[in-house]
C-alpha cells in the first residue's frame, strides 16, 4: 500500500513570515512529485510539480526533493491570508502493469494569520 | 489553452437512484483522463481512469462504473446509488506519461454529490 503522509494541521504563520508544508511517502520508485493548493469547497489547483532532487523555485513557492530520505517539501515565502487553504501533496507510484498513478496525502490546512 | 469542463455543480439524489456525471476536456487531444472521489475528511481516492477512447482502468471496486465514448468525454455511472457514494467527484486530465514520470494533473471544478 503505497502512503503519502502529511501533518494535517492546522499550521498557522504570520503574514510575510515562509511557511513550510512537508511531505513523506512510503515508494521508493515514485519520480512524480506534485504540490496542489484546495480551497474551502473547491477543487485542487496545482502549484508546483518536482522531479528531480533538489530545489524548484516559482515565485514565492519553493519545492525541494530528497528522493534518499522519501520527502518534498513546499516553501511559501511571504505567506499572504490568501495563501491559507488546504496543500496537497501527491506522488506517483507504479499502480501494475506499467501503469502510473498519483496518490495523495490528506492535506496540510494552512492559516495565515494577517 | 486547455479547459475542462464538469457538470453539475451539486446534485443531491436518492438512495437507488441511478448517476451519471459527464466531464469534457477541450485544447488538447489524447488526454489521460481521471474520476477521483474526495469524502468529508478524507484524501483524494482514485476511481477510474483512461488512456484512451474505450479503456477504462478500475482502482477501487464498487457500485460505480466509467466510461470513455468519445477522446475528450469522460462520464461516471451509477445504477443504484448508496449513501456511501456522497462526497466530492473530481474529474482530471493529464497529458501523456513516460516510464514513471506523469505529467501534472488539471482539475475540473468537481461535482458535490449528496445521496439522501
Known amino acids: 500500500q503505497k502512503e503519502v503522509e502529511q501533518n494535517s494541521g492546522p499550521l498557522s504563520v504570520p503574514e510575510g513570515a515562509i511557511a513550510s508544508l512537508n511531505c513523506t511517502y512510503s515508494?521508493?520508485?515514485?519520480?512524480?512529485f506534485f504540490w496542489y493548493r484546495q480551497y474551502s469547497g473547491k477543487s485542487p489547483e496545482l502549484i508546483m510539480f518536482?522531479?528531480?532532487?533538489g530545489d524548484k523555485e516559482d515565485g514565492r513557492f519553493t519545492a525541494q526533493l530528497n528522493k534518499a530520505s522519501q520527502y518534498v517539501s513546499l516553501l511559501i515565502r511571504d505567506s499572504q491570508p490568501s495563501d491559507s487553504a488546504t496543500y496537497l501533496c501527491?506522488?506517483?507510484?507504479?499502480?501494475?502493469?506499467?501503469?502510473?498513478?498519483?496518490?495523495f496525502g490528506k492535506g496540510t490546512k494552512l492559516s495565515v494569520i494577517p | 489553452s486547455q479547459t475542462i469542463h464538469q457538470w453539475p455543480a451539486t446534485l443531491v439524489q436518492p438512495v437507488g437512484s441511478p448517476l451519471s456525471l459527464e466531464c469534457t476536456v477541450e485544447?488538447?487531444?489524447?488526454?489521460?483522463l481521471y474520476w477521483y472521489r474526495q469524502a468529508a475528511g478524507r484524501g483524494l481516492q482514485l476511481l477510474f481512469y483512461?488512456?484512451?477512447?474505450?479503456?477504462i482502468s478500475s482502482e477501487v471496486p464498487q457500485n460505480l462504473s466509467a466510461s470513455r465514448p468519445q477522446d475528450r468525454q469522460f462520464i461516471l455511472s451509477s445504477k443504484k446509488l448508496l449513501l456511501s457514494d456522497s462526497g466530492f467527484y473530481l474529474c482530471?486530465?493529464?497529458?501523456?506519461?513516460?516510464?514513471?514520470?506523469?505529467?501534472?494533473?488539471?482539475f475540473g471544478n468537481g461535482t458535490r454529490l449528496t445521496v439522501t
Open positions: 518536482i522531479y528531480s532532487n
Open positions: 501527491a506522488v506517483s507510484g507504479d499502480s501494475g502493469a506499467g501503469s502510473y498513478q498519483l496518490t
Open positions: 482530471a486530465w493529464s497529458g501523456g506519461s513516460g516510464t514513471g514520470v506523469i505529467s501534472p494533473l488539471h
Open positions: 515508494d521508493r520508485g515514485s519520480q512524480s
Open positions: 483512461s488512456v484512451g477512447i474505450g479503456q
Open positions: 485544447g488538447t487531444s489524447n488526454p489521460n
